[in-house]
């Protein structure tokens, strides 16, 4: 079956000192291929057929004054600095799910501060939870804390957002069971 292709124009004439416009029309018919008709059906069952839902961004809500801690042993040293020394302390904590979805790489945020009032982290972001289930999650992190630091740490304003589908993965890349689980998704 041809197709029929119109194309409109627009020329401007050179000839005189004020340009004046006139229209040209062109036709073509062409055959479509095999492949084109291929493509042509793939576009439209794309389009006829249910659009996934979008993922919805969740606030999820962490009561601070919760929060647990503990010592997690020495750790390797604090990224960007292979000679300083640091520990590790274990943040435990509940994670509300206000939703009835299921969220996915929910970004922790928080006031870390130590008992001399300085901060422990420079940008906030605290961690990453891969999924929280509706209602109530016990929720443990880890953070590398410099040595030197005095414990225990003052923790205020958490909160996590995560979304209702799954999406790029980020986990802490300092982790080795982090990227095996990412590896299972």
């Known amino acids: 079956m041809p197709i029929t292709l119109s194309c409109a124009s627009v020329l401007a004439s050179a000839t005189t000192s004020q340009p004046s416009t006139t229209r040209r029309s062109v036709v073509t018919r062409v055959e479509p291929s095999e492949s084109s008709r291929a493509l042509a059906s793939l576009i439209a ?19 601070a004054s919760a929060i647990e801690q503990s010592s997690c042993g ?8 292979g000679t300083y020394k ?3 302390v274990a943040l435990s904590f509940t994670a509300t799910n206000p939703s009835k979805d299921n969220v996915y790489n929910a970004d922790v945020f928080g006031n870390v501060k130590d008992q001399a009032n300085d901060d ?13 289930k509706p209602g109530a999650n016990e929720v443990k992190l880890e953070l590398t804390v410099g040595a030197s630091q005095p414990l225990p740490l003052k923790l205020k304003k958490f909160k996590a957002r ?3 589908e799954k999406l790029t993965m980020s986990g802490n890349p300092y982790d080795y069971e982090d990227v095996l689980a990412y590896e299972s998704y």
């Open 162 to 164: 995560g979304t209702t």
């Open 45 to 63: 069952v794309l389009a006829l057929s249910s659009s996934p839902a979008l993922a919805k961004t969740v606030e999820i809500s962490i009561d």
């Open 86 to 88: 640091a520990s590790c």
């Open 120 to 132: 422990v982290l420079n940008s906030g972001r605290i961690g990453a939870i891969k999924e929280l």
């Open 74 to 81: 020495m750790a390797g040293g604090v990224p960007g600095s």
